[in-house]
Every structure is written in C-alpha cells, then in structure tokens.
C-alpha cells in the first residue's frame, strides 16, 4: 500500500514553467511504475507521463513531449514533474499514480493509487 501527495499547482502565464511533485508514503516505492495523469474540465483522464522503476525508461504524451519531464528519486520516495512552456490547454488537475504490475503504462487502468490532484491554472 502506498499513499500519494502532490503538490507544486498554481496560477501560470503561458510560456512559464512549473514543477509539481509527489511525495510517496511507504518503503516500496521503487517498486511502483509510476504515472502523471490529468483531467481537464469535462473531458476523461488522460496519461502524461509514466516512468519506470528504476527510472531509466520513460514514456510522454505527444501533447507534452519536449516541454515536460518526469522524474523519480527512489532514495526519497518522490515523483516529479517538470513543466515547461506550459500553454493554456495545459490547464487541468494533476494526478500521480503508482501500479504494481508494469513498468510503464500509458492506460488508467492498471495503476492501484492516486494522489488527490493538484489544480494546474494556465492564463493565455
């Protein structure tokens, strides 16, 4: 079992950046694939970021790709998240998440605990 925290939302211009982190309970947590998620007002969840274990391999969304990084720091059971050139259809509430069967997955499904999201704002 695993409890997440993020933190790091807030109210952005277009083109600043920001960095949300997730901060894991528990002593297992380099054994947990872990995933950024987002939803936007009326629209599904949708994946972000997933990266590995070890944290070797990474996974992005076409929509993210070469603005945001994911990162995970095992020693202190943090996920992060690395935003940059943020645009206003960024705008939306953060999710992290950790699944105990894949290394990296881009689906909803397979992950077991989520954080209680943290409001991302971008202003155009």
């Known amino acids: 079992h695993v409890q997440l925290v993020e933190s790091g939302g807030g109210f952005v211009q277009a083109g600043d950046s920001l960095r949300l982190s997730c901060a894991a309970s528990?002593?297992?947590?380099?054994?947990?694939?872990m995933g950024w998620f987002r939803q936007a007002p009326g629209k599904q969840r949708a994946i972000v970021a997933s990266?590995?274990?070890?944290?070797?391999?990474?996974y992005y969304a076409d929509s993210v790709k070469g603005r945001f990084t994911i990162s995970r720091d095992n020693a202190k059971n943090t996920l992060n998240l690395q935003m940059n050139s943020l645009k206003p259809e960024d705008t939306a509430v953060y999710y992290c998440?950790?699944?105990?069967?894949?290394?990296?997955?881009?689906?909803?499904?397979?992950?077991?605990?989520w954080g209680q999201g943290t409001q991302v704002t971008v202003s155009s």
């Open positions: 998440a950790a699944n105990r069967y894949y290394d990296i997955s881009r689906r909803a499904e397979p992950y077991d605990y």
């Open positions: 528990g002593r297992t947590f380099d054994s947990y694939g």
């Open positions: 990266i590995s274990r070890s944290g070797d391999n990474t």
